[in-house]
């Protein structure tokens, strides 16, 4: 089934200590890129990548580091998380971004304590 | 109704009834739009998509209307059902000037009363 996969689904954490999120797609998609969701402000997006070692930031990248180095794989990762990181993430793909559909995973609700 | 920008957060209809979501969109250069249902607790999931070629476009009881003389979509949901019940985000790109993201609006929630 074709499908982007996140993990963890919930995560609670306290100030400062590092994580990571996981993302990985099964299309083979080209381009992946996360957002965040928080009430009344819709999907913002935090960074993207369109191929292999290519990232790019999106609207909201302070906090965030992300990598891309296989295809299927774009982890986001919190060096120092912080309350006001506390939001619902979504990780995305598509065959080459742009004017393409977009996939989305099921999502990671991270409270940070 | 919902845009990249100003939205009507709610709209409620009664089950049964054909409900029509709006989306103003600001770019006029924008030439691909998309449309998802986000249902409480998950990720959005695409519905329906248009190009600027193509005035309308119709999937499973779901049409969408692109009038890119006043800049406005609009996605009609014939016979809404319970199920219908979710945040519908538009989304825009325009390819043309090599922009690699969509933008999302804000979503509008549609209640449906069984």
């Known amino acids: 089934e074709a499908q982007v996969t996140q993990n963890p689904r919930y995560l609670i954490t306290v100030t400062g200590k590092k994580l990571t999120v996981t993302c990985s797609q099964n299309m083979n998609h080209e381009y992946m890129s996360w957002y965040r969701q928080d009430p009344g402000l819709g999907l913002r997006q935090i960074y993207y990548s369109m191929n292999v070692e290519v990232t790019d930031k999106g609207d909201v990248p302070e906090g965030y580091k992300v990598s891309r180095k296989e295809k299927r794989n774009f982890p986001l990762i919190l060096e120092s998380p912080s309350p006001n990181q506390t939001s619902l993430y979504f990780c995305?793909?598509?065959?080459?971004?742009?004017?393409?559909?977009?996939?989305f995973g099921s999502g990671t609700q991270l409270s940070v304590l | 109704g919902e845009s990249v920008g100003l939205h009507l957060p709610t709209l409620s209809v009664q089950e049964g009834d054909n409900s029509i979501i709006n989306c103003a969109y600001s770019?006029?250069?924008?030439?691909?739009f998309i449309w998802y249902k986000q249902e409480s607790g998950k990720g959005p999931q695409f519905i329906i998509d248009?190009?600027?070629?193509?005035d309308k476009r119709q999937g499973q009881r779901v049409t969408v209307l692109l009038n890119k003389t006043v800049k406005h979509l609009s996605l009609q949901i014939a016979a809404t059902q319970p199920g219908d019940s979710a945040v519908y985000f538009c989304?825009?790109?325009?390819?043309?000037?090599?922009?690699?993201?969509?933008?999302f609006g804000t979503g509008t929630r549609l209640t449906v009363i069984p």
């Open positions: 989304a825009e790109n325009w390819s043309q000037t090599g922009a690699n993201n969509l933008f």
């Open positions: 248009i190009r600027s070629n193509m």
């Open positions: 995305a793909s598509s065959r080459r971004g742009g004017s393409e559909k977009l996939f």
């Open positions: 770019n006029s250069a924008s030439d691909y």
